[in-house]
């Protein structure tokens, strides 16, 4: 591997990159229809009475930009509501003669496919249950037309067929979106799954390793002491079998310990890391080493380190905008102490988060994280606060392994 290693994990599906690509084409198509209407609406504004006439229609088209270029999180779901009610509103308002020419009963107030644009706009805001409502609610005020002073010429039959055309809009509109957060969700899900099925077979295998170690170990040597134990014949032999069996048991009982002792180099600590994120669009990179940085890393600081770091990037995905992050590795030592350090950062451009706020049974931060390394006298740093990218600092400090 260079020393200077960029890694690029492939891109998966996930629930923020499907929201994102939905709220940014809904909210151009939104504004392409917009300005498709605007002579319309401007046919039918009154000039001795436009106040509330622009306002609604400067505020509709900022909403739906906000949508588009806000980033995923409640700011984007509140930018897609405005927009929703704007419209909503707009259509109640000018059919009630309260903006628009009420004179003009023939005329519309702007194109009827912004009721769809609306629901799709309720849709990014919202969960298909309340949209449903927000499209049932605007059918129903579309065949309730010809009860209002501006609609009063138009016949029922027309406005009950606009209804039932918003209607199946609402059904047409919802399904699909809601068919792709489902199927983004599930996506996430599998791709969760199987990195806890890698990590549990990872571990599975160091266990059958560990347990054919330990047979081989009783085997060939507390068997082997013991065999000759029972066939001592004077004391000086008894006492020879007795020590041996003491170092064997003394052997055997290190073995709990034998991490600490243990190493692996820095190549390794990345390929694992890699192999750990396998399943996530993330960006790995190392930082070329200083001088005197260190040939090896403990195994448990480093184990600590590869698990802190693949519950991060697990994080990143659920809530970054495109499910991606960054992570750089970079290792060296301390020139005053002599001790090696290992740095790990991870990045995102998530909607960030107020880290105050998290609930105590959320254990993927506290303990996954924060705790794994305070067990290895590590140090795990969260910068992150809502409306800003989040950072995740992962920091050990210790002697280098032998």
């Known amino acids: 591997?260079?020393?200077?290693?960029?890694?690029?994990?492939?891109?998966?599906?996930?629930?923020?990159?499907?929201?994102?690509?939905?709220?940014?084409?809904?909210?151009?198509?939104?504004?392409v229809l917009y300005g498709v209407s605007l002579p319309d609406v401007f046919a039918q504004l009154l000039f001795n009475a436009m106040d509330w006439g622009l306002v609604l229609l400067l505020a509709i088209p900022a909403a739906m930009v906000c949508t588009a270029l806000a980033r995923p999180g409640r700011w984007r779901h509140r930018a897609a509501g405005t927009a929703a009610a704007l419209l909503l509103l707009s259509f109640v308002l000018w059919h009630l003669g309260v903006i628009g020419g009420?004179?003009?009963?023939a005329s519309r107030p702007w194109s009827w496919g912004f009721a769809g644009i609306g629901i799709a706009l309720a849709?990014?805001?919202?969960d298909a249950r309340i949209s449903a409502v927000y499209g049932a609610i605007f059918s129903s005020f579309i065949f309730l037309v010809p009860l209002t002073v501006a609609g009063n010429a138009r016949a029922w039959y027309e406005s009950g067929q606009d209804a039932l055309l918003?209607?199946?809009m609402t059904v047409v509109i919802i399904s699909p979106i809601t068919a792709l957060r489902k199927a983004?969700?599930?996506?996430?899900?599998?791709?969760?799954?199987?990195?806890?099925?890698?990590?549990?077979a990872a571990r599975a295998e160091a266990l059958r390793a560990e347990r054919t170690r330990l047979d081989g170990l009783t085997h060939d040597a507390i068997m082997a002491t013991l065999t000759a134990a029972s066939k001592a014949e004077s004391a000086d032999m008894m006492?020879?079998?007795?020590?041996?069996?003491?170092?064997?048991?003394?052997?055997?009982?290190?073995?709990?310990?034998?991490?600490?002792?243990?190493?692996?180099?820095?190549?390794?600590?990345?390929?694992r890391i890699v192999a750990a994120t396998a399943g996530y669009p993330t960006r790995i990179t190392r930082k070329p080493p200083s001088e005197g940085a260190p040939a090896s890393l403990p195994l448990a600081p480093s184990r600590a380190l590869i698990q802190a770091t693949a519950e991060a990037v697990r994080n990143s995905s659920l809530h970054s905008r495109n499910g991606q992050s960054e992570v750089t590795i970079s290792l060296?030592?301390?020139s005053g102490t002599g001790m090696c350090q290992a740095l790990i950062e991870i990045r995102d451009d998530g909607p960030g988060f107020d880290i105050s706020s998290i609930p105590e049974q959320r254990l993927g931060i506290r303990v996954s994280i924060m705790k794994r390394m305070r067990d290895v006298a590590g140090q795990a740093t969260i910068t992150s606060k809502p409306g800003a990218e989040t950072r995740v600092q992962l920091i050990w400090k210790g002697p280098e392994a032998a």
């Open 184 to 200: 983004a969700r599930a996506s996430d899900d599998a791709a969760d799954r199987a990195v806890l099925e890698a990590g549990a």
């Open 239 to 271: 006492a020879a079998a007795a020590a041996a069996a003491q170092s064997s048991l003394l052997q055997l009982e290190s073995l709990h310990s034998r991490d600490e002792v243990s190493s692996i180099s820095p190549d390794e600590l990345v390929n």
């Open 102 to 105: 009420g004179d003009r009963v």
């Open 123 to 126: 849709c990014i805001a919202t």
């Open 332 to 334: 060296s030592r301390d």
């Open 166 to 168: 918003t209607a199946a």
């Open 1 to 31: 591997m260079r020393r200077n290693a960029e890694i690029r994990q492939p891109l998966a599906i996930s629930r923020t990159s499907i929201e994102d690509i939905l709220a940014r084409s809904i909210s151009v198509f939104a504004l």
